[in-house]
């Protein structure tokens, strides 16, 4: 199972800036400050991506609370997507659109309509109705070593493109996992329990990452989940280049 924390020598002191806040925030965390809309990634071997509004048919449990300065997120509401075990990067996108250039708003808008396009037919409900570039679920619940197979960063980016808060999977492959928090697309969470098995597609659910718990409204249950950890910091603010240079651990673009 993939670690969730990253080293602990990162700061989470950040410069003030104007980022947009998520659809899907609701509470604050004081000491997290997310970045500027600036694209925050600058290699070349990882895709740049523009951030979307998430979800629009999310529900916030309470009204968000941001200011000019700083915006973060610790909550996520809304129908979950089922899933089982060893969901490869295959079918979460499928190779052939790895040609779409996250970068680009409008390729990065239809890589989020082929998120989930490559599962197998036993799955009935799919995850993105034909025509619409995002899901109606923004929670993916899943089993074990979700996001296994090759290596692609367009997996997360495909289902953030998609609207997608969280993952909660029993585990993870490593890659994914940590292609999630480089990104900052979506929150890759563990469950101490075999959740997949007790949730179906549809069931309103919501994800508190302070109290690191998954709430099924539908059912009335309550699971624990792993503490995000030093991660959570580096997804709020877009990724780790963005935390990076808002941490000032390498320079700004604009110097």
């Avoid at 250039?101 to 396009?117: D, F, I, Q, R, T």
Wanted: glycine share 8%; proline share 9%; with cysteine.
């Amino acid at each position: 199972m993939a670690a969730s924390t990253l080293s602990s020598s990162i700061t989470t002191t950040f410069k003030p800036s104007l980022h947009p806040p998520r659809a899907s925030a609701i509470h604050p965390l004081p000491s997290i400050k997310l970045p500027s809309n600036n694209n925050p990634f600058n290699n070349p071997l990882i895709s740049q991506f523009t951030p979307t509004t998430k979800n629009p048919t999310l529900t916030p449990l309470l009204s968000a609370t941001t200011t000019p300065e700083t915006t973060t997120a610790t909550a996520f509401h809304g129908l979950c997507y089922v899933v089982g075990d060893n969901i490869d990067t295959d079918q979460i996108i499928p190779a052939e659109y790895l040609t779409l250039v996250p970068s680009n708003p409008e390729e990065y808008k239809k890589l989020g309509s082929y998120a989930l396009c490559g599962l197998p037919s036993s799955y009935q409900t799919r995850f993105i109705e034909p025509g619409e570039f995002t899901s109606k679920y923004s929670i993916i619940i899943g089993g074990d070593n979700f996001g296994c197979g090759s290596s692609r960063e367009h997996a997360p980016v495909a289902l953030g493109a998609a609207g997608v808060a969280a993952v909660v999977a029993e585990s993870y492959a490593r890659i994914f996992f940590r292609n999630s928090v480089a990104t900052g697309e979506v929150y890759p969470l563990d469950s101490e329990v075999r959740i997949c098995d007790e949730c179906k597609t549809g069931d309103v659910v919501t994800v508190e990452l302070g109290e690191s718990r998954l709430i099924n409204h539908t059912t009335g249950k309550e699971y624990k989940l792993k503490p995000i950890g030093d991660a959570g910091p580096v997804i709020e603010a877009g990724g780790i280049f963005a935390y990076a240079r808002k941490a000032g651990m390498i320079p700004n673009r604009e110097a």
